[in-house]
């Protein structure tokens, strides 16, 4: 059974960082691109980033410059640094074994707020 656990949510103010981190269980981690999505209050899930197993990396609109997907195999870990975080940024983050999310974990809410 594939599970997908996240972490390291906050409530944070704008321009600043955090580091979400995923931990992936029941499938061969290391073979699979794994993906952020987010999905703010009243939106649908957003894809974020993509990393591949190796490491290569892809952000998508706003997250572009801004986040960072990055992966420890040997951990089973999935991570994404967020600097200069915007209001906009905003939602429940999820991690997740597909890019439409239907496989995905719990969720860790970022807020980004004054």
């Known amino acids: 059974e594939v599970q997908l656990v996240e972490s390291g949510g906050a409530l944070v103010q704008p321009g600043g960082s955090l580091r979400l981190s995923c931990v992936a269980s029941?499938?061969?981690?290391?073979?699979?691109?794994m993906f952020w999505l987010r999905q703010a209050p009243g939106k649908g899930l957003e894809l974020v980033s993509t990393?591949?197993?190796?490491?290569?990396?892809w952000n998508v609109g706003s997250a572009k410059g801004r986040f960072t997907a990055s992966r420890d195999n040997a951990k089973n870990t999935l991570y994404l640094q967020l600097n200069n975080l915007e209001i906009e940024d905003t939602a429940t983050y999820y991690c997740?074994?597909?890019?439409?999310?239907?496989?995905r974990g719990q969720g860790t809410q970022i807020t980004v707020s004054s």
């Open positions: 997740a074994k597909d890019s439409s999310g239907r496989q």
């Open positions: 029941g499938f061969t981690f290391s073979q699979y691109a």
């Open positions: 990393i591949s197993p190796n490491g290569d990396t």
